[in-house]
């Protein structure tokens, strides 16, 4: 995790440095990640507090990630077939 944090710091600082930085996009992210993280944490906390079972976050987890494999290969077929 800190890894990639790292890397995610090292590479917008370069991009800062060579000015190439879209400054409104990152800081719309930003607000993105803060308005998203924090109902997601709470609902986390409430999940495991209500089954009293930690597992729950490891099938959330693993939820989104089958979401990800499945969604990424359709989204891509479609660009692929309509970007002629």
């Given at each position: ?74 989204i891509a077929i479609i ?6």
């Open positions: 995790m800190y890894i990639a944090m790292l890397n995610t710091m090292s590479a917008t600082i370069v991009v800062a440095i060579f000015q190439k930085l879209n400054l409104v996009y990152a800081l719309c992210l930003c607000v993105f990640t803060v308005v998203g993280t924090i109902p997601g944490i709470m609902l986390q906390h409430y999940l495991v507090k209500k089954t009293k079972k930690p597992s729950v976050t490891v099938a959330l987890l693993f939820g989104f990630i089958v979401f990800s494999v499945v969604a990424n290969p359709i660009n692929l077939v309509y970007r002629q």
